[in-house]
């Protein structure tokens, strides 16, 4: 009755809906529906359409609810709600926070004149001026064994040495909102986001809501946090001021709970950076671009992991194949993980480089036929033997690699006595690693020439994983796109680029070659030998 749909229309149609319910719910997020009627009693109106005096006081204390004391440190007499400003304080601290402790920043807006303790229209926020991150290892020189020059205020004998335990970092910024729109709500359809930040009181028969003030967490990032020690009496806060939409507030407020929920699921400080970063350092259209991007990026990385595993495992020769691009593919993706892995790199490039790197693992045992039998526990590899044609790629395949052997380890010996003479490293598993993925990432596209190489020799592109191929192409021209967005290696992001180049060969060869359906495809058989086939069974 119903045609027979395959697995990637209906993968494809889940990503469409997907696509189409979260704009649906970003639609929700950002819209908000006003007062149908602004002089009855269902609406809440804005206590700034009275245009009040206000003032804006920003005080330290050891705990969120201010037992122990607390110390002014800021105070904006004339507070105007649609001015934007930036102040640097330099703020003191205590000795409990000295000693890894915690401090926190009680935030005030309140009207001109008045004490914010007594103020019975005043809105406050606590937030942390603190929290707790390893501290970076030290990098030496592993040939005369001399340390970088210490920061000052990494000097003093007290200072925290290791660095496998947490120590309280300081945050540098203090970024506050307050909502400006003079927007009624509608007492039936008050937003939950909203809600959590709203006060009112009764006035008459009216309801009144504060201003709806908000600490924006986002804005905190790993590259402004600063290591605290008994040292540091004193440290620079900038707090900085600016007027928000009420849309953009909601989204931001889903944006840092979501933020939160995925530290709760095990993500690291800097892991939970990596996405602070697109959304505080990008504009809201640039990051409506960057969610259909990723979004396409995720569905392609699916469909080529789908019919990369699909081509192998109908694989049945490895003719038109060359055999040492597929051991370098899979050599340099284990040594591209490790390196990723060894920088501490946001998990969203972790995960799939450690995805690839056990297919590409799984790709080497099939291109070399490689089969393990088990006798009781030691492990035997096997070899099966390849025919004639796959001798002849293979006489292709080494004729590309000495050439490329020329020029390829001279350059990765050079770089990697180079840097270990004049960079500094962790460790020497550090350098290892570094020095490897340097190949990997400068040369390593000559690896590919081999396959270029195969395709010249034989006039024929007919053997190679074109559909996993396209998916990869245009998840490669959308890693371009991330290369500007997510927190990655230098080396990892200029790698995005050149395998561009590499790409549009491919493609020029797979013009310049028509379809010659006597030649072999991907899984060993020709057209014409299987046309013959039918007939002599017909």
Known sequence: MFPKASFTSLIVGFFLLYVLHTCWVMFGIVYTKPCENPKGNGCISPYLAGKPRLQLSVYTALKPNADGGHSLIH??????????????????????????????????????????WQDPHQVHLVTQLTTYMLPKPPEISLITG????????????????????????????????????????????LPGDVHRYMRVYQSGKKMIYLPLLFVDELSNRVKDLMEINSSSTELPLTISYDSIALGKLRFWIHMQDAVYSLQQFGFTEKDADEIKGIFVDTNLYFLALTFFVAAFHLLFDFLAFKNDISFWKHKKSMVGMSSKAVLWRCFSTIVIFLYLLDEQTSLLVLVPAGIGSLIEVWKVKK?????????????????????????????YDTLAMKYLSYLLYPLCVGGAVYALVFVKYKSWYSWIINSLVNGVYAFGFLF???????????????????????????????????AFIITMPTSHRLACFRDDVVFLVYLYQRWLYPVDKARVNEYGLSYDETARRKSKED
């Open 448 to 482: 590919m020439l081999p396959q270029l190489f195969v395709n010249y020799k034989m006039k024929s592109v007919a053997h190679l994983p074109w559909k996993a191929f396209m998916y990869k192409a245009f998840n490669t021209f959308i890693d371009d796109v991330f």
């Open 367 to 395: 291109a070399f036929k490689v089969h393990v039998i088990w006798r009781g526990f030691t492990p035997t590899l096997l070899f099966g033997k390849s025919d004639e044609s796959e001798r002849r790629t293979e006489e």
């Open 75 to 116: 105070r904006e007499e004339e507070f105007d709600v649609n001015s934007r400003f930036e102040r640097l304080v330099n703020v003191s601290l205590p000795k409990k926070t000295r000693k890894n402790g915690t401090l926190y920043a009680m935030v005030f807006l309140h009207q001109a004149g008045m004490n914010p």
């Open 146 to 189: 001399q340390d970088e020059p210490e920061k000052p205020e990494q000097q003093n004998p007290g200072a925290h040495s290791e660095t496998d335990r947490p120590v309280s970092h300081w945050r540098s910024r203090l970024t506050l909102n307050v909502v400006s729109e003079h927007f009624q709500f509608d007492r039936e359809a």
